[in-house]
């Protein structure tokens, strides 16, 4: 079954209306010319204005969304049509990723494309969207997946070896793994108890395209044959 993988808490969001006043928020808008309220939020150009915020250090960290979609769009995996993205952000809205996206490379070009599907809604704004986004929090997200069994990565869970992780998880009609898209902390409790299991799979918190790229390349592992399948080029 194609495994549904949830980059939760991303830090991907517009500059909030509290800080749209902010001269960093001005000068970079204006660098830009962009409003302020279609500029992402990005610690590189906003730390003064965010710090007043509390748990500001998981906030204004689009280049993590940005390495993590790469990693797993070009994914084997993904190319063969048995993975399914969805990027639930910090503000409680859900970006569906179609399979067939892909992403530009260059840092700033992927960012005024997320800054154009957060006003637009979706990218391309006509015909079928590539990338569209809704208000939803995780809650309502896993209510709409009902995931057989979700498992949560996270420094704070019991340890696994993401071979075990997936090998259980291939077992599962709708497998599910929720991966956290922030530069620093860990879940919300709220969302961490949506989890059937919250596991770690290091003693160290690595970055969460790591995560991605090995999470992904163990549960092809598990699909028998899919490797030599790729490598001779039979369906």
């Known amino acids: 079954m194609p495994l549904n993988l949830i980059l939760a808490e991303a830090a991907l969001e517009l500059v909030p209306k509290s800080l749209l006043e902010h001269p960093s928020v001005i000068a970079h808008a204006k660098r830009r010319r962009r409003k302020p309220t279609e500029t992402m939020l990005d610690r590189n150009y906003h730390y003064s204005a965010m710090r007043p915020f509390e748990k500001f250090e998981k906030r204004g960290r689009p280049d993590i969304v940005h390495f993590s979609a790469l990693e797993a769009l070009g994914s084997p995996l993904n190319r063969e049509g048995q993975l399914q993205i969805w990027i639930h952000t910090v503000q409680d809205e859900v970006i569906q990723v179609d399979p067939k996206t892909r992403l530009p490379r260059n840092y700033d070009r992927f960012v005024s494309l997320m800054e154009q599907l957060l006003v637009k809604r979706k990218v391309p704004p006509q015909g079928a969207p590539l990338l569209s986004v809704k208000a939803m929090s995780l809650t309502e997200l896993i209510g709409r997946i009902q995931p057989t069994e979700l498992i949560a990565l996270s420094t704070l869970g019991h340890p696994s070896t993401l071979e075990r992780i997936c090998h259980d998880l291939a077992k599962t009609e ?35 395209w790591v995560v991605v790229s090995r999470a992904i390349y163990e549960y092809e592992c598990t699909i028998e044959g899919f490797h030599q399948r790729r490598l001779s080029g039979r369906p």
């Open 174 to 208: 709708k497998p599910s793994i929720m991966v956290g898209c922030f530069p620093k902390g860990h879940f919300t409790n709220q969302n961490a108890r949506l989890a059937d299991r919250i596991l770690r799979i290091d003693r160290e918190a690595l970055e969460s």
